[in-house]
């Protein structure tokens, strides 16, 4: 029982720190609530669903999922987002309407009916004693793996060196001839990238309905306002906030559970204000 909810716990983190890293990239050099973020992991989740159907090996999903991210999010910084950077809240307006259009879209041809993916892994692995699904295992894997790689982007390559200006100090890194639109161009498609590659990837775990990303990104929201810009808080937030949201889920009420990373979240941020 103890080993099981331990892995409930540590895969939990993984599967959100997946989940929000996409929203992470985008509010920390671009300082914008990417709303539209909910939209991308369905668009990634259909992606599942779509290769199902087709009878494809499940992990092409992934590459799928992540194309269709960057395409269509090149085609939204480039003909929305990139003249509303100065205005703050109409790019919070501007990436919901955008997440409601992908939403109704993704309804007009799929329907509302629940869809389901077939997962690269089903079998259950035997840890200390206790049966556990080995795809979730291998799903906090690639967390650990996609919060490495997007650290060592970061800190050891030009495009990162460039990023990391721009959080720190946009007016001085377009001084210096650092292309910001550019920086925001690519971090804009990487984001939305990420967020359809972890919509393929959480979709064996749940079924898929046009509105699967609502629930998601409002913990990828509250974490990523816990967090900050740091990919390791971002890690720390996770573990603490999906470790309550297990335990709460497993020991009291399912549906408290649902809204622990909320209250929890809340509660954080205002004695920070206080403290602050």
Not at 215 to 222: D, G, R, V
Request: charged share 10%.
């Amino acid at each position: 029982m103890f080993t099981t909810q331990l892995l409930d716990v540590v895969t939990t983190a993984g599967v959100l720190y997946i989940v929000a890293l996409g929203l992470l990239i985008v509010y920390g050099v671009l300082k914008i609530i990417n709303l539209a973020h909910g939209a991308f992991l369905a668009v990634g989740a259909y992606a599942g669903v779509i290769t199902t159907a087709l009878g494809w090996n499940p992990w092409t999903a992934l590459l799928l999922a992540f194309v269709v991210g960057v395409v269509v999010a090149a085609v939204v910084e480039w003909r929305v987002l990139r003249g509303l950077y100065a205005r703050p809240l109409d790019t919070i307006l501007a990436t919901w309407g955008l997440n409601i259009v992908v939403v109704q879209l993704i309804t007009l041809y799929f329907g509302r009916e629940i869809h389901f993916a077939e997962s690269a892994i089903g079998r259950p692995v035997s840890m200390g004693g206790a049966t556990y699904s080995e795809y979730r295992l291998v799903l906090l894997l690639i967390a650990v793996a996609l919060g490495i790689a997007v650290w060592l982007v970061m800190v050891r390559t030009q495009i990162g060196i460039v990023a990391r200006a721009v959080i720190m100090n946009e007016e001085l890194a377009q001084a210096l001839g650092i292309n910001t639109r550019l920086v925001r161009f690519v971090t804009f498609c990487l984001g939305a990238g990420l967020a359809a590659l972890a919509g393929a990837l959480i979709t064996p775990l749940v079924s898929v309905h046009p509105n699967l990303g609502v629930p998601w990104l409002i913990n990828a929201f509250m974490l990523v306002l816990v967090a900050g810009v740091s990919l390791m808080s971002l890690a720390f937030a996770a573990l603490m906030l999906g470790g309550a949201q297990v335990l709460v889920s497993s020991y009291g009420n399912p549906v408290l559970g649902s809204l622990t990373i909320v209250i929890l979240a809340v509660i954080i941020l205002r004695f920070r204000t206080i403290t602050i």
